[in-house]
């Protein structure tokens, strides 16, 4: 595999592209087929970097349909989960849904969620066990506005929503976890978090696992990054030691384009 600092990626990258709001299950059907084919002409090897699709909840049977079908080796899961098992909560999909869905992961937290459908930290954090109770490997979404950024609150933030989200999460199911360090002022609006502000937050995420819980489990665990990231940005975050994969939104609705980001490693060697 293409080298980071040492020469060894001890985790497996993990590239994942949320649809938000985006394609129906139509849709979902071709973009799903197109990007598999565009990798599969590039031969990818999806044991040496993952891929997954976010897509809206409409499309998932889909989604599992086809990928059953044609045998097909990228993976997929929501965009959100109850945090209840079953039970009059209209609008809400329970995690056992999801489960017989074949997805395999949720996303869990997400700042559109946070904001938009005000989620609190405590929310999140049932989110997370649902998750886990129902075998779901959850991405955890974390990540400061603009004015935490300004005032050099960042880390303190965003370890702080780690922490409360992980409160009753045990080292065992912690190690199963993926977490998306997302700086909000970077989402949908092509300001990106340099690779440096990338490297900072992952060092610090891993630095209080190893504090929650051991060194060998917070080194196990994958750190993504989220926020305008597209083909030709992909490869100088993913040169950093403590990021193991992005979360793309926009750019993951173009075939082309995400087969490009998944392919970050083509770019390590030519740029
Ligand atoms: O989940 C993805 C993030 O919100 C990033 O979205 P974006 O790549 O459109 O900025």
Redesign the pocket.
């Known amino acids: 595999m293409t080298s980071k600092t040492d020469g060894v990626y001890t985790r497996t990258p993990l590239i994942?592209?949320?649809w938000?709001m985006h394609m129906d299950h139509f849709q979902a059907v071709s973009l799903v087929q197109k990007l598999s084919w565009t990798l599969t002409d590039h031969d990818h090897d999806f044991d040496k970097v993952q891929v997954a699709v976010?897509p809206p909840f409409t499309d998932l049977r889909s989604v599992q349909t086809l990928t059953m079908a044609d045998k097909l080796e990228l993976t997929y899961g929501a965009?959100d989960v109850s945090q209840f098992d079953a039970g009059a909560y209209t609008g809400d999909i329970s995690g056992d849904f999801l489960k017989k869905l074949a997805c395999t992961y949720v996303?869990i937290g997400?700042?559109?969620r946070r904001s938009i459908h005000q989620e609190s930290d405590d929310v999140v954090a049932a989110k997370l066990q649902a998750a886990l109770r129902h075998d779901l490997t959850p991405i955890l979404?974390v990540g400061e506005g603009l004015e935490t950024r300004q005032a050099g609150q960042h880390v303190d933030f965003t370890l702080q929503q780690l922490r409360t989200a992980l409160q009753d999460v045990d080292a065992a199911a912690v190690a199963e976890l993926v977490i998306?360090y997302?700086p909000v002022w970077?989402?949908?609006?092509?300001e990106?978090a340099g690779p440096a502000d990338a490297q900072e937050m992952g060092a610090a995420i891993r630095q209080e696992l190893a504090a929650l819980y051991d060194t060998e489990t917070a080194q196990a665990i994958r750190v993504l990054y989220?926020?305008?990231?597209?083909a030709d940005n992909v490869a100088a975050i993913m040169r950093e030691r403590d990021i193991d994969g992005?979360?793309?939104?926009?750019?993951?609705l173009d075939d082309e384009e995400f087969a490009n980001i998944v392919r970050f490693e083509h770019h390590l060697v030519t740029d």
């Open positions: 994942a592209g949320n938000k976010f965009q996303l997400h700042s559109e979404c998306a997302e970077a989402i949908g609006t092509g990106v989220g926020g305008s990231v597209k992005v979360l793309v939104g926009g750019a993951s």
